[in-house]
């Protein structure tokens, strides 16, 4: 039998049975389109098979790359896309409670317009810390779950503070990420970020930023941060997918120069160009 809602101006939602509605049994790729080419398809893909992995995710359309990538393509081409964030989201069929009945899984793709093929470069990030929840690592942690509420109130108490971002702690109170990017200092010019195990999210951006530092002959090391480091740093930078680098200018009262971020910017721009 189906009830009906008692509350007033409460609807019956057709996706109610979604697991990714229900559970937030899903994952998802944010994926940065430019000149109608998707951009790091492959680092998008590897860390979606991991989190597949772990979720048991199979029986569905990204079981493969050669699958993937033409979904994406075909998105691109039927919706004459050109530069856009493209958003591809896994939610397990439906069925079940906590418990599901199947590991099938289903895709959806959805893109937004961008006036901007390149990266902008911008330099005057005001961050903090947020101390009201810490992200415990584990299997979770480094996999882009639709399960987002840390990230969701982190970005709420920027926006409260007048801030443009948060940087979230781990139990053991070390920064490792920011509420929509990695985060990476430098200091003594040795360009640091904290390592996956500290609970980070695998970022594919991260990825190529460790890369370029790399091909340049940066001197580059992966460790813990603490708050103390951050604050003490010569330079702070975040970076994800779609914004590309971004300079940390301000954090409770530190301020930061953008040598480094501002290179990298340029320099990512001209790999892209050769894509």
């Not at 079981?63 to 856009?84: P, R, T």
């Not at 810490?134 to 942690?141: E, F, H, T």
């Not at 480094?142 to 109130?153: E, H």
């Not at 709420?156 to 139990?171: G, H, M, P, Q, V």
């Amino acid at each position: 039998m189906k009830t009906q809602c008692a509350f007033q101006g409460m609807s019956d939602l057709s996706g109610s049975s979604n697991r990714s509605f229900r559970y937030g049994d899903g994952l998802f790729e944010t994926i940065k389109v430019r000149k109608g080419i998707p951009l790091f398809l492959d680092a998008h893909y590897h860390r979606l098979l991991a989190g597949m992995k772990v979720l048991q995710f199979k029986g569905g359309q990204c079981d493969a790359f050669s699958s993937f990538k033409n979904g994406i393509e075909e998105h691109l081409k039927k919706n004459v896309v050109e530069n856009a964030r493209l958003r591809l989201q896994l939610f397990r069929s439906e069925g079940g409670y906590y418990t599901p009945v199947s590991d099938t899984y289903d895709c959806v793709i959805h893109s937004e317009p961008q006036s901007n093929s390149d990266y902008l470069f911008a330099q005057t990030l005001k961050v903090g810390i947020y101390t009201g929840q810490q992200k415990v690592n584990g299997a979770l942690s480094s996999i882009k779950s639709a399960s987002a509420l840390l990230y969701v109130v982190a970005s709420i108490d920027a926006r409260n503070r007048k801030l443009d971002d948060c940087l979230l702690l781990n139990s053991e109170g070390n920064v490792i990420e920011s509420s929509r990017s990695n985060v990476f200092m430098v200091k003594n010019e040795i360009v640091q970020t904290p390592p996956l195990s500290e609970g980070c999210v695998d970022g594919v951006m991260r990825k190529q930023v460790l890369q370029l530092l790399l091909n340049q002959g940066q001197r580059v090391i992966e460790r813990p941060l603490t708050v103390t480091d951050i604050k003490t740093a010569d330079e702070v930078f975040l970076t994800n997918v779609i914004q590309g680098v971004q300079a940390v200018s301000h954090l409770d009262g530190a301020t930061y120069p953008h040598k480094y971020s501002e290179m990298l910017c340029a320099s990512l721009n001209e790999a892209l160009e050769v894509l």
